[in-house]
């Protein structure tokens, strides 16, 4: 087999190179999005552990109102799934 010496003036070596930014540049957004991905993960992992506090608190100072909007929402909840 032979091979050929390809002159970087050619287009397919000019091509090769656009190839070669284009990969480039979509690693570099890829990244991008990965870490605003992983930055957005955290806030709204943050959000969820401070939503979650303020309801087990509420339930705990409040235990039968709780226990009755509970209750009302799984008598709502059969009556929507369970109409004939």
Same mark, same amino acid.
């Given at each position: 087999?032979? &091979?050929?010496?390809? #002159?970087?003036?050619?287009?397919? *070596? $000019?091509?090769?190179?656009?190839? =070669? =930014?284009?990969?480039? +540049?979509?690693? !570099?957004?890829?990244?991008?999005?990965? =870490? $605003?991905?992983?930055?957005?993960? *955290?806030?709204? %992992? !943050?959000?969820? #552990? &401070? +939503? @979650? *506090? $303020?309801?087990? =608190?509420? $339930? @705990? !100072?409040?235990?039968?109102? &709780?226990? +009755?909007?509970? %209750?009302? %929402?799984?008598?709502? /909840? +059969?009556? /929507?799934?369970? @109409?004939?």
């Amino acid at each position: 087999m032979s &091979t050929k010496q390809v #002159d970087s003036t050619t287009p397919s *070596a $000019a091509l090769s190179h656009a190839v =070669d =930014d284009v990969k480039s +540049g979509i690693g !570099e957004v890829a990244q991008s999005v990965s =870490d $605003a991905f992983s930055r957005r993960k *955290a806030q709204y %992992a !943050e959000q969820l #552990d &401070t +939503g @979650r *506090a $303020a309801v087990t =608190d509420y $339930a @705990r !100072e409040n235990p039968m109102r &709780t226990i +009755g909007v509970a %209750a009302l %929402a799984g008598i709502a /909840l +059969g009556v /929507l799934f369970f @109409r004939r």
